[in-house]
């Protein structure tokens, strides 16, 4: 399979729910923004940012806020949601529409950017966030603790994405220059 690399610039988002999507009270609870924007060939910068919702904040105000700091032009990296056979049986013979999931909502709000769904399970994402040095928490964690964990998550997408779709000559630069980058970002001190 031929490698098409890395996009110039890579925005990997993840969106925790305070529950499963299509249940009853289901709110976004916390987002994460991780992006990496090519320098040259063999290098990058990052950036992270988060968010934690109070469960009435309207979704709508917490997709366009996240939609207003992805770069323009930026490539969008996303976690495919997994809908439950339950829930899937519930709609089918409810006769219900299934709502819009996040994701459509951001690629609505972004008509002209490019989304990249990858389909990953919670342990995958924790198995790739140790393979470059990132404490993610497992399923049988505290869903505070897996929220607060966000920025990580999108971190360990996209090391997903880069293992998956770079060449291994590339991967192995950005990996190096994000190992960089996490040294720098956590000798720094912890505003109070």
């Not at 090519?38 to 968010?51: E, L, P, Q």
């Not at 917490?62 to 207003?68: N, P, T, V």
């Amino acid at each position: 399979m031929p490698h098409p690399g890395h996009p110039p610039v890579l925005a990997s988002v993840i969106i925790v729910r305070n529950r499963p999507f299509l249940q009853r009270g289901s709110a976004i609870s916390h987002i994460a923004l991780f992006t990496v924007t090519r320098c040259g060939r063999r290098a990058a910068r990052f950036s992270v940012s988060k968010a934690a919702f109070d469960p009435t904040t309207p979704r709508a105000a917490i997709i366009d806020g996240l939609c207003a700091r992805i770069p323009p032009g930026a490539e969008v990296l996303v976690r495919e949601p997994r809908l439950s056979d339950h829930a899937f049986h519930f709609i089918v013979t409810a006769g219900d529409v299934m709502p819009p999931c996040d994701n459509t909502l951001i690629a609505r709000r972004l008509p002209g950017s490019t989304m990249l769904p990858l389909a990953v399970r919670d342990r995958q994402l924790a198995e790739l966030g140790r393979s470059i040095g990132l404490d993610l928490p497992g399923p049988q964690s505290t869903p505070l603790r897996r929220s607060r964990s966000a920025p990580e998550q999108a971190m360990a997408l996209w090391a997903a994405y880069t293992a998956g779709f770079c060449s291994r000559r590339e991967a192995e630069c950005l990996f190096a220059a994000f190992h960089a980058w996490r040294a720098i970002e956590q000798a720094r001190p912890v505003p109070f």
